[in-house]
């Protein structure tokens, strides 16, 4: 929780609990977590090594270095932590184009040189792959095989939950529906309802508002998605892009509450549409998790 409250505080979101809460009221998070899955453990290294790089200074190495050793222990955990590498390494592109124009506008101190970017990419990179190489070699030693290199045939079951084309088709789109299809097969869990209801209008009302509001919420936002369709391609199950759903809520947050300055008689409404659209998420994975523990007593 406190990670993704980090982020938001970075983002200059003032209610930085209440966009945790929304992030953690969805029921691919917990569905991850009482059925012993690692993808939020993953999840919860990504959401700090983000915060670190965003809390920093622009042209600082060392939070690079130290939010590269956190995407170390991602993918030490799992393998597919190492795409929050690129998710990470584009939100850092994002901030340095930012910083560079608003320096250009005279709104802000120069920005760093663009040196100063690779070599944060450098940081990032370096301890996951040394990470994922190890782990690949230690395998190939024991084994004989890579990780991830199919030791058999697949079932049936692995079968159903891979995408077909139709499936990365519709990809692109799923974050506006996830809130209500993302159980179904191959998707495999709902995001949060946050997302599911204002993620669009966030995206037209601040199309229209622009200004800093626009580009904190691209900041969040674009990496995001981007790792979504990006991973998706191969892995399209919503438990492997948890902290792109976080970081989804959080660039809502932001929309919301520059409507909430600019809106101030839509303040508390706006503000009672999201404490229902936690609630609504809540009641998800209470009735989630009441299914799984009906389901489990019925089968003893």
Same mark, same amino acid.
């Given at each position: 929780?406190?990670?993704?409250?980090?982020?938001?505080?970075?983002?200059? *979101?003032?209610?930085?609990?209440?966009?945790?809460?929304?992030?953690?009221a969805m029921p691919v998070v917990w569905d991850s977590s009482y059925v012993g899955y690692n993808d939020t453990p993953v999840a919860a290294f990504a959401a700090v090594?983000?915060?670190?790089?965003?809390?920093?200074?622009?042209? /600082?190495?060392?939070?690079?270095?130290?939010?590269?050793?956190?995407?170390?222990?991602?993918?030490?955990?799992?393998?597919?932590?190492?795409?929050?590498?690129?998710? $990470?390494?584009? !939100? &850092?592109?994002?901030?340095?184009?930012?910083?560079?124009?608003?320096?250009? /506008?005279?709104?802000?101190?120069?920005?760093?040189?663009?040196?100063?970017?690779?070599?944060?990419?450098?940081?990032?990179?370096?301890?996951?792959?040394?990470?994922?190489?190890?782990?690949?070699?230690?395998?190939?030693? &024991?084994?004989?095989?890579?990780?991830?290199?199919?030791?058999?045939?697949?079932?049936?079951?692995?079968?159903?939950?891979?995408?077909?084309?139709?499936?990365?088709?519709?990809?692109?789109?799923?974050?506006?529906?996830?809130?209500? &299809?993302?159980?179904?097969?191959?998707?495999?869990?709902?995001?949060? *309802? *946050?997302?599911?209801?204002?993620? &669009?209008?966030?995206?037209?009302?601040?199309?229209?508002?622009?200004?800093?509001?626009?580009?904190?919420?691209? $900041?969040?936002?674009?990496?995001?998605?981007?790792?979504?369709?990006? $991973?998706?391609?191969?892995?399209?199950?919503?438990?492997?892009?948890?902290?792109?759903?976080?970081?989804?809520?959080?660039?809502?947050?932001?929309?919301?509450?520059?409507?909430?300055?600019?809106?101030?008689?839509?303040?508390?409404?706006?503000?009672?549409?999201?404490?229902?659209?936690?609630?609504?998420? $809540?009641?998800?994975?209470?009735? =989630? !998790?009441?299914?799984?523990?009906?389901?489990?007593?019925?089968? =003893?």
């Open positions: 929780m406190r990670p993704v409250a980090g982020i938001a505080a970075s983002l200059g *979101v003032k209610g930085t609990g209440v966009s945790a809460a929304a992030a953690l090594a983000v915060a670190t790089v965003l809390a920093s200074d622009a042209a /600082r190495l060392a939070p690079a270095w130290l939010a590269g050793g956190l995407l170390a222990v991602a993918v030490s955990i799992k393998p597919i932590g190492v795409a929050s590498v690129g998710l $990470l390494g584009l !939100m &850092i592109l994002l901030r340095w184009v930012f910083a560079r124009a608003a320096a250009r /506008r005279g709104e802000g101190p120069p920005a760093p040189a663009f040196s100063r970017i690779l070599l944060q990419w450098v940081a990032l990179a370096v301890p996951a792959a040394a990470m994922l190489l190890f782990w690949n070699v230690r395998q190939l030693v &024991i084994t004989g095989v890579w990780l991830g290199e199919p030791t058999g045939a697949p079932s049936a079951d692995a079968l159903s939950r891979l995408p077909d084309l139709t499936d990365r088709l519709v990809a692109p789109f799923l974050p506006f529906v996830s809130g209500v &299809i993302g159980s179904a097969e191959p998707w495999g869990g709902r995001t949060a *309802v *946050v997302i599911q209801v204002l993620l &669009i209008p966030a995206i037209v009302y601040l199309i229209w508002r622009r200004g800093d509001a626009l580009r904190r919420f691209t $900041l969040a936002l674009v990496p995001a998605w981007t790792s979504w369709i990006v $991973l998706g391609f191969e892995g399209v199950r919503t438990r492997f892009h948890v902290i792109s759903w976080a970081l989804m809520v959080v660039s809502v947050r932001v929309a919301l509450e520059d409507a909430q300055t600019r809106f101030p008689r839509l303040r508390v409404w706006l503000e009672l549409l999201w404490t229902l659209c936690i609630l609504a998420g $809540l009641a998800d994975v209470s009735l =989630e !998790m009441l299914r799984a523990l009906t389901s489990r007593w019925g089968t =003893e």
